[in-house]
Nanobody
Framework: QVQLVESGGVLVQTGGSLRLSCAAS????????MVWFRQAPGKEREFVAA????????SYADSVQGRFTISRDNVKNIVYLQMNSLKPAHKEVYYC????????????????WGQGTQVTVSS
């Protein structure tokens, strides 16, 4: 049974930094794409960043390129999202998701999801 457990969401100030973690368990993820999405209240879930577990290729949404970094720890089976120069945001929930195969920015094709971790960036 696949489990994705996010952590690290807190209240931070604009311009600050935060690191989110996604602990993955339940199977070998070597052929998987691991992705972070986020969702603000009343808005659709949007793609943030992705990493291919094997090889480590990454991709980012234009809105976070240069500020966010996605990485993974192969030993601990954790995917991280380092977020720098944070912009104001109210109760955005960051979700970790996984699917076999290539990265896509469409959330509806991801097989496995975590419960989310909430981030607020005060202005």
């Amino acid at each position: 049974q696949v489990q994705l457990v996010e952590s690290g969401g807190v209240l931070v100030q604009t311009g600050g930094s935060l690191r989110l973690s996604c602990a993955a368990s339940g199977r070998t993820f070597s052929s998987y794409s691991m992705v972070w999405f986020r969702q603000a209240p009343g808005k659709e879930r949007e793609f943030v960043a992705a990493i291919r577990w094997s090889g480590g290729a990454t991709s980012y949404a234009d809105s976070v390129q240069g500020r966010f970094t996605i990485s993974r720890d192969n030993v601990k089976n954790i995917v991280y999202l380092q977020m720098n120069s944070l912009k104001p945001a109210h109760k955005e929930v960051y979700y970790c998701a996984a699917k076999s195969g290539i990265v896509t920015t469409r959330p509806d094709v991801y097989d496995f999801w975590g419960q989310g971790t909430q981030v607020t960036v005060s202005s």
